[in-house]
């Protein structure tokens, strides 16, 4: 009995043990295959041509559903802000609450998780199917750099995409919050203007365009990792495509709390709070 107990937890913790360190063997991997993306950027012969097309991939082909969301969104908050704050007769204070939410929590957030399921998801499954179809072997055959060929630009046009989605989800949510706010409650419109020019300054907004920024290069990092190094064929490419837009979702929203609480301490550091 006793000499059974013992291998079952010997078994218990070797399984604990093992999955540890694929965990932090696999976080080594990640951020070599970033450090050494993100250096080929930098590196000559720049591909500007595949920066463009990923760049209109990611940002172009995203406007429409960052707009669509970012509307109801806006909508919807404002709405249930609005019940909460009409319960004290604080209504006038709907748009500067919204609009702090927006751009320094819900437009990072929400574009981020957005991006990364259409596009992260996207890189995933084309690196992946190069990947199993052996033609990102017949490049390197080649004596392509496949990392600077395909990984470099896609990173670069997440990270710099992302705040220019970011801002237009910010202004498309205030303008659905100015439709609810204004034209369907009738708040006045001067006191709607006036109360988010008192309490809304540039860096609030900055802040959230930061937090985009590192959102993109998490989310393209992990989804081009995962679909680079992609196995098992057509199963193994959705399985790639999946744990690629389920991490980086995951990795977004943990990102988002601690990104919030460096920029707190970075305000008090510098006195700006």
Not at 32 to 49: D, E, H, Q
Not at 117 to 140: F, H, K, P, S, W
Not at 244 to 268: E, H, P, T
Request: with cysteine; charged share 15%.
């Amino acid at each position: 009995m006793v000499q059974s107990l013992a291998r079952f937890v010997d078994v218990i913790l070797g399984y604990i043990r093992d999955k540890i360190v694929g965990f932090i063997d696999e976080i080594g991997s990640i951020a070599l295959f970033a450090v050494a993306s993100i250096r080929l950027m930098f590196t000559k012969p720049n591909r500007y041509n595949e920066m463009v097309k990923h760049m209109e991939f990611v940002g172009n082909q995203s406007i429409g559903i960052i707009c669509l969301t970012g509307l109801f969104t806006g909508l919807a908050l404002s709405l249930q802000i609005y019940l909460g704050f009409k319960m004290f007769n604080a209504v006038n204070m709907v748009g500067p609450v919204v609009a702090l939410g927006i751009t320094r929590e819900l437009g990072p957030v929400l574009t981020g998780l957005i991006v990364a399921a259409r596009a992260g998801g996207a890189m995933a499954a084309r690196l992946g199917t190069m990947r199993v179809n052996e033609q990102i072997d017949a490049l390197d055959v080649m004596g392509v750099n496949t990392k600077q060929y395909l990984i470099a630009p896609r990173i670069f046009a997440a990270v710099v995409c992302m705040p220019l989605l970011t801002a237009v989800f910010d202004f498309i949510s205030m303008l659905g919050s100015y439709l609810l706010c204004v034209k369907l409650v009738q708040i006045d419109e001067a006191v709607f203007w006036q109360k988010i020019r008192d309490m809304i300054e540039v860096r609030h907004i900055n802040e959230g365009l930061f937090k985009a920024a590192i959102f993109g290069l998490v989310f393209s990092i992990v989804c081009t990792y995962r679909g680079f190094n992609t196995t098992g064929g057509a199963r193994g490419v959705g399985d790639a495509t999946n744990q690629g837009v389920v991490q980086s979702m995951v990795m977004i929203i943990i990102l988002d709390y601690f990104a919030g609480n460096l920029i707190r301490l970075f305000y008090l550091a510098t006195g700006m709070n």
